[in-house]
């Protein structure tokens, strides 16, 4: 909670301790907000707050300037101790026009702090975001502490004489939000003012502009009557390494580049960019002094096909997309089951069906990713449950897909993979070697002979005297000839479901917290995971024991998952769809598991998932009594 006092001491304005803070900016699309909340983002984690963020697009890539349809923002989390998600509800929102106040006002705790860029509360801007003329002064506001600031006026003062335009300096006033909350929480600017040096290098009006309305914002906040303290946060508590910020998607990135270096291999990465997996594609293109080569196709079919061929070369290979992107790779990821090649396929789930929204989280490609394909054509599915965690699982998917000869799915989001959070970077030198192994000799090579793990072997095309033949014909097995036998095509369909029922993962295949037995287990995969970590950890304060677990292993499922459900007297399912794994594990395991589904965009809320998890104690007792 943000409340006024004089605790603390040293220079300036007395300053509040507070152990956690929830702010969120928020704007037009064109304000910056992005780049506001990343260099906040980055100078509370140099600064030793742990923190969790989510970035919020608008969904329309140009939707009409100063309408609620084309708000952009960026909440943060940043504490003094361990943080699992971006915040429920907001402390601090600082609202750039009155579109964006009227989108995040709901989001604001009862005594929450608003900092406004009044300039911007004009007639005009007003109408766009059907809001009163009086706003800022009626009941809309009332329990709130707001401070009106002058931002595009204290901007244009601050680069008055560097001959800056009227629309240069326009775009600064983001540098002054920002200066003015680095005060306001203690937050250092260094890092940022570096990187306006590096990001306008070639153009030295801009880096002079951007720098003094940064520390013009700094300054206001000491020297305004209107601020009459500022706060500090301690730094959390962390285990002994080196730390960086990372999103999912970099996370992604590196797991893969990772899993290249312990293979041996060159890794190709075949894409076509597609909202919110393009940063994947992105990041790959910088590595290219490890090996990696990055081929951007002209749609998703190709960028799949090319994927496959590069597999069938030899190499690690790779994919990203979202949802849209799945559908129209399924024949080819087909083929690549036909084929028995190893490929990894990201797919980081936005909001649908169809273009749906496209910048907005969802879970709703679960079953796509098991089931989406012609024929009975399984694959492996692995869910990463952080930010930092899509490391681990693009590196576990790789090490199975070379290890089975078997196509690999995993599954991020937009939450997870724009998302950011602390990493601990790892000791690469303690990261297992991933073994591979190709044929040479041609007295003993079959194409489809199989190892105890049913996996073919991996020849190399041009080979001496390796010569065979894939594609998506059916094979012959041992042989690889095409093959129309009936007995043999069930065999062989057999063979390809067995392998992927088989697979071991050499990292855990699901996350528990809690007994091992009990009233209650609550199950989610993929991004939910630290809100509901948060929910059954916050109810654990409260008296209330429930266990948690999380899948990372979807397909196949966790060896004794269907033993540890029926410790259980009840199981609630909760998932960003309406219920895709709840009816999975129903059928699977015959448990009569509830559910709790959110559709909305938005990372499932903390509070949501506890009052669900009270609800369904209460049936519990409910059902009991009645019994009675």
Not at 48 to 68: C, H, K, M, Y
Not at 413 to 442: C, K, M, N
Not at 518 to 529: A, H
Not at 609 to 624: G, S, V
Request: charged share 20%; aromatic share 6%; glycine share 10%.
């Amino acid at each position: 909670m943000i409340t006024s006092g004089n605790n603390g001491g040293g220079q300036g304005k007395p300053r509040t301790p507070l152990q956690t803070v929830t702010i969120r900016f928020a704007g037009d699309s064109g304000d910056g907000m992005q780049l506001t909340g990343g260099q906040f983002s980055d100078a509370c984690a140099i600064a030793g707050n742990d923190i969790a963020t989510l970035p919020d697009f608008p969904s329309e890539i140009r939707a009409p300037v100063g309408t609620v349809a084309g708000v952009s923002g960026f909440q943060l989390q940043f504490a003094s101790r361990d943080v699992q998600t971006p915040g429920d509800e907001i402390d601090v929102l600082v609202a750039m026009n009155p579109a964006a106040l009227k989108v995040s006002l709901a989001r604001l705790k009862p005594d929450g702090l608003i900092i406004v860029n009044e300039d911007s509360f004009n007639a005009k801007e007003l109408a766009k975001a059907d809001l009163p003329a009086d706003c800022l002064d009626g009941a809309l506001l009332k329990g709130y502490t707001l401070y009106r600031v002058p931002m595009t006026r204290l901007t244009q003062q601050a680069v008055a004489d560097l001959g800056v335009g009227a629309k240069e300096a326009d775009r600064c006033k983001n540098m002054f939000a920002l200066g003015l909350v680095c005060w306001l929480f203690d937050r250092p600017t260094a890092s940022t003012e570096q990187f306006i040096r590096s990001k306008f290098a070639k153009k030295p009006q801009l880096v002079e502009a951007n720098l003094k309305v940064l520390g013009a914002g700094h300054q206001y906040g000491e020297s305004a009557e209107l601020f009459t303290h500022r706060y500090t946060i301690d730094q959390a508590p962390q285990s002994p390494g080196t730390y960086r910020k990372i999103t999912g998607n970099q996370a992604a990135a590196l797991g893969l580049v990772a899993a290249a270096q312990l293979a041996g291999k060159k890794l190709f990465y075949g894409s076509y960019p597609i909202t919110p997996a393009s940063e994947i594609l992105h990041e790959l293109s910088r590595l290219k002094n490890f090996g990696v080569v990055t081929f951007q196709a002209e749609d998703e079919i190709a960028a799949m096909g090319a994927t496959v061929g590069a597999a069938f070369g030899g190499h690690l290979a790779a994919t990203g997309t979202s949802g849209p992107g799945m559908a129209l790779k399924s024949e080819m990821i087909g083929l690549a089951v036909m084929a028995e090649l190893p490929v990894v396929i990201v797919n980081v789930q936005r909001g649908g069906p169809s273009t749906g929204l496209p910048t907005k989280t969802e879970q709703s490609d679960l079953h796509q990713a098991i089931f989406g394909r012609h024929g009975e054509s399984p694959v492996v599915v692995l869910a990463a449950a952080s930010p930092g965690d899509c490391f681990e699982a693009t590196l576990e998917a790789a090490r199975i897909a070379i290890r089975y000869m078997v196509p690999v799915v995993v599954l991020s989001d937009s939450y997870l993979a724009q998302g950011a959070e602390p990493w601990r970077v790892p000791d690469f030198s303690t990261l297992a070697p991933i073994p591979v192994t190709h044929p040479t000799d041609p007295a003993t090579f079959k194409p489809y002979q199989r190892n105890e793990e049913l996996a073919r072997p991996w020849a190399i095309p041009g080979t001496p005297g390796l010569m065979h033949r894939l594609g998506g014909l059916e094979k012959q097995d041992v042989t690889g000839q095409v093959s129309h036998d009936p007995a043999n095509h069930e065999k062989m369909v057999r063979l390809r479901a067995a392998k992927v029922a088989g697979v071991k993962l050499q990292g855990p295949g699901l996350l528990w917290s809690g007994p091992d037995r009990g009233e209650l287990l609550v199950v989610g995969w993929g991004g939910t995971c630290g809100a509901i970590r948060t929910a059954v950890s916050r109810l654990a304060d409260e008296g209330v024991t429930v266990s948690h677990c999380h899948l990372r292993a979807i397909n196949p499922l966790p060896a004794d998952l269907g033993e540890r459900l029926k410790r259980f007297d009840r199981v609630l399912v909760v998932e960003g769809n309406l219920g895709q794994l709840r009816g999975l594990l129903r059928d699977r395991y015959l448990v009569d598991a509830a559910g709790f589904n959110r559709i909305q965009g938005q990372p499932l809320a903390v509070g949501d998932i506890a009052r669900a998890i009270r609800e369904t104690l209460k049936l519990r007792l409910t059902a009991e009594g009645a019994n009675k």
